[in-house]
Structure formats: C-alpha cells, structure tokens
C-alpha cells in the first residue's frame, strides 16, 4: 500500500515539473541576468580569456575570445557551422543597419567586416542570426538556461580565426552597441543596459565570471553583495572610432575613462596632461579598459614617466628587461605580499576623485621561472596615427589611445559598465581576499 502511493506521488511531481519546464521554455520565465563563464588561456603567446555560449540548432559549445570594446560577435561559418535555424539577415533593414559599417552583397544578404583585434587582421562576412542558450543567474548561482532565438552576429572565415587559442571560434564583443554580445541579451530580456565581468588570472580550474543584467554579485564565501561596494568614475565616448575597421564618423565602441593624474607613492608622476584627454577631432589621446591588449600600453612619455617614478619608488636595482617589458627587477630583490609582488600601488587618480589603486598583482608579470619581475605596462610609442585610407580606415591608422589598461591590470578586479548611469564600477576583490574564480557556477537545475 504505502510503497504504491510513493510512486504516485512521485509520478505526479514527475508530470509536474515536466508541464513546468515546457512553459519556461515557452516564454514565461523572464531572467534577471545571465551569467557567463570566462576562463584565462595561454596556449597562445599572450593570454587571452575565453567565454562560452551555446548555439544553432541542435546547440554546440561555442568559445569567443573577450573583446571589451569590441562592436558585435563574430563566429567562424567557414567550416562545420551546421544549423536548422541559421538565417541571413537582408542588407538595408533594420537589423543590419545596427551593424554600422555594413555592405550589401550581390544575393542581398547583409554584410559585416569581422575583425581580429588580437592579430589586428580584418575580413568581410554575411550578418546572420541563430539561436543562442545561456544561463540565467540570481546572482548566487547558475539557474535554467534562457534562449534568444535571433541573436545576431557575422560570419568571419579562417584567416580572421588565425591568433585566437585551438577551440576558439570567434570573437565576442562587449562594446558600446545595441549588437555587442551583453545588450543583445540585455534588448532580448528588457535588462538596463549593464553588465560585469571579473577576470581570472589563474588557468585550470579557475573561471572567471560576466553577468550581465541585474543582480547582486556574490563570490563564494564573501557572503555579501559586491554591486554594493563598487567605486565608480564616469565613462567618457570617444567620438572617433578606435577599431581596426570603420566606417567614416563612427565613434569608438571602446571604454574610455578620465585619468587626471597618476600617484605613486603619494607622489605625482610628471605627464603631458595633453595626452590625458581624448582630442575630439582625431579620437587620440585618453584612457581606456581592453581585455584584449593583455598587458597596459602607455604612450611613449608616459611610460618612461611612470618606469622612472616607479624605479624610484621600489628602491632596488634594475636588470636588464625581458620584451616587451622595458622595465624589470630580478624577484628575489623584491617582496611578496598577500597582494602580489611586494611594490608600491600605482594610483590612476580619476576625473571624479575616485582612485583606481593598482597593486603588485596586477602591476607585475612574473617571467624566466619566476626569476624576473617587470612592469606589467609597454612603451606603445608616441606617433598618434590617424591618417585615414580611403572610407575605412585600415589596422594601424586608427587613434592612438594614451592609456590602455590591459587584461593584467583587470585581474581580480570587479569591473562593471553600466551605460544607463554611464559609469565604470571597479574594485579589486582581492583586497577582500577574494578572487573571480569564486563564483558559485553550480546550477540550481
Ligand atoms: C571550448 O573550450 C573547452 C574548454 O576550454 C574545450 O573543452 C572545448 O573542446 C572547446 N570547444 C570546441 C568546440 O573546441
Ligand atoms: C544569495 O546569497 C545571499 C548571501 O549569502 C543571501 O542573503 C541571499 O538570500 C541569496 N539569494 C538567493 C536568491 O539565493
Ligand atoms: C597625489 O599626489 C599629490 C602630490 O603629492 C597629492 O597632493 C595628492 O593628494 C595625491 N592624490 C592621491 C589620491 O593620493
Ligand atoms: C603634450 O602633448 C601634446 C599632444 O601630443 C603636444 O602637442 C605637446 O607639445 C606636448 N607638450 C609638451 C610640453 O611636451
Ligand atoms: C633567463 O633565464 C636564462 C636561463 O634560465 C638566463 O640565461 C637568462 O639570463 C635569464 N634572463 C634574465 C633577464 O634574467
Ligand atoms: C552552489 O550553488 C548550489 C545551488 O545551485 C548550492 O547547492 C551549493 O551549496 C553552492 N555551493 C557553495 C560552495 O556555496
């Protein structure tokens, strides 16, 4: 008797939560945010971080290389894109006029120019749509997965493929448009327009997070919300594209913030402050955020400014640099700290008062087995080039940025844009004594 009436019990919630999930499927369940895996890879010379999606029908695994300010998603089509519900989307309507330098082919099929921000190599590709599932969050955990059935991106071939790691496919960007990898799904599930991400910096094991939507970030043990602790600074346009191709009177996709000045031991670094401010006729000059440049970049004076305060500042004798680093230590002169190599914080002071400290972790790249510490910042020379060729403007003509603060310096550091308050939230979660590999990926289903 009893064990009758446990099976229909059991058959009954059987049948309940199958009509349940059908509906989610069917449209009723609304996510607050979706969450995203991001894993550091170094198979290639330099790291790069690596996200997940899954797409087409029946749904593969796709891997994307991170591109903050990349404009739009581009995945390769040229061998095994195999997909039921892969549509071309038509040149001239609405959907490829959000891929702002676009063409038309001859079959009328939309047409968009995928470009490799790693290697810098550009190709043209048919704007297409698919399916796209990937899985909500509260904030705590991983839920159900939520599917967008029209998520668009460009087809790009194996020569734009060439200089990302084995496995990945394409490029996921992250920038200021309505087709940019976050606010597709922020358009698909009415979010504001918001998202976070947390790098990494270790390899196996150890995933970094995106949420994009709203809700509150919880890391494992920290037990409180991060979205509360935030420092914020305003994020600035850059009217002037930074990409490697664009078309004429296109802004930059690109994060930029306002660098004022830069402390180092509660002394200021000498610079041009010319150089800190975006030039609005040119698009040079200024700071942005790239998770594609793994290390910061610094204009030629700023470099030799910021090595010669810093060299000062740490007290100990130089050895001769390993590139592309120009400024190194031999690390058994140096101390290590619970917060990295043992070196004053480099204090990027920002146009509202905010202060974005960089510690040892994020300043100094340890090479040659650990024998050597350098300054995690290369010289990136000091002619703006800006010279435009023809209607696009080819790799290596587009506006010199000042300031690049690069994937290392984002390690471990919550970093959030949030486009309808147009600010920048940051702040270093290690000085919590946490890291980005702590959020609970575990789904609740
Ligand atoms: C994507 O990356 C994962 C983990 O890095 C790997 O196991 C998988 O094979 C990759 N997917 C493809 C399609 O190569
Ligand atoms: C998420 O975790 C926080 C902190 O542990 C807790 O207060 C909150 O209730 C949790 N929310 C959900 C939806 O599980
Ligand atoms: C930066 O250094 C200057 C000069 O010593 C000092 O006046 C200023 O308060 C410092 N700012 C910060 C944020 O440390
Ligand atoms: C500062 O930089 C600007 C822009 O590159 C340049 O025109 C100016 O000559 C520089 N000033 C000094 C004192 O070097
Ligand atoms: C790096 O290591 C090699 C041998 O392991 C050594 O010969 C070389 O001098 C080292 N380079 C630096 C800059 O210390
Ligand atoms: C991770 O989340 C799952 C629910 O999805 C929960 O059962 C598990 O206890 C969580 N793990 C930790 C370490 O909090």
Redesign the pocket.
């Known amino acids: 008797m009893i064990p009758t009436l446990r099976i229909t019990l059991s058959l009954c919630s059987f049948l309940l939560l199958l009509i349940s999930s059908s509906t989610a499927k069917t449209s009723s369940f609304r996510p607050k945010a979706i969450v995203l895996p991001v894993t550091k890879d170094i198979s290639t010379s330099t790291p790069q971080y690596v996200t997940q999606i899954k797409q087409r029908t029946p749904l593969v695994t796709v891997n994307l290389t991170v591109d903050l300010g990349g404009g739009y998603v581009w995945v390769n089509c040229e061998h095994g894109y195999v997909s039921s519900t892969s549509k071309a989307v038509a040149c001239g309507s609405a959907q490829c006029k959000l891929f702002g330098s676009s063409s038309c082919s001859s079959d009328k099929v939309c047409g968009g120019f995928p470009s490799n921000t790693v290697t810098g190599v550009s190709t043209s590709g048919d704007v297409r749509s698919d399916v796209v599932s990937v899985q909500s969050t509260n904030g705590n955990y991983s839920g159900r997965a939520v599917t967008v059935p029209k998520f668009l991106f460009i087809c790009g071939s194996d020569v734009v493929q060439k200089g990302l790691p084995k496995g990945v496919s394409g490029i996921a960007g992250f920038g200021r448009t309505k087709v940019s990898l976050p606010f597709q799904f922020s358009s698909a599930f009415h979010f504001t327009r918001k998202f976070a991400i947390c790098l990494s910096s270790g390899t196996i094991d150890s995933r970094g997070v995106i949420i994009i939507g709203d809700a509150p970030y919880n890391f494992g043990y920290l037990n409180s919300d991060l979205s509360k602790a935030l420092n914020f600074t305003p994020l600035i346009k850059n009217p002037v594209s930074t990409a490697p191709i664009s078309s004429l009177g296109e802004p930059s996709f690109e994060y930029f913030i306002g660098v004022k000045?830069i402390?180092i031991s509660?002394?200021?670094v000498p610079l041009n402050k010319t150089l800190l401010s975006i030039n609005k006729n040119n698009g040079v000059g200024g700071t942005k955020i790239s998770t594609v440049n793994p290390y910061g970049i610094l204009e030629t004076s700023i470099y030799k400014a910021l090595s010669k305060a810093f060299v000062s500042a740490v007290g100990v004798q130089t050895i001769s640099p390993v590139s592309p680093f120009g400024t190194c230590f031999a690390s058994h002169d140096i101390g290590f700290t619970p917060m990295g190599p043992g070196v004053p914080d480099i204090?990027l002071?920002l146009e509202n008062g905010a202060?974005w400290d960089i510690i040892g972790a994020n300043s100094m790249v340890s090479l040659n087995n650990s024998d050597v510490l350098c300054l995690g910042f290369v010289d990136g020379g000091s002619n703006p080039k800006t010279s435009q060729v023809g209607f696009y403007h080819k790799t290596g003509n587009q506006p010199t940025t000042s300031i690049t603060i690069g994937a290392l310096q984002l390690e471990n550091n919550l970093i959030q844009v949030d486009l309808k308050t147009s600010r920048l939230g940051f702040r270093s979660i290690f000085l919590d004594h946490s890291n980005c590999a702590n959020f609970n990926f575990t789904s609740s289903v």
């Open positions: 000045s402390n509660d002394k200021e204090k002071v202060v």
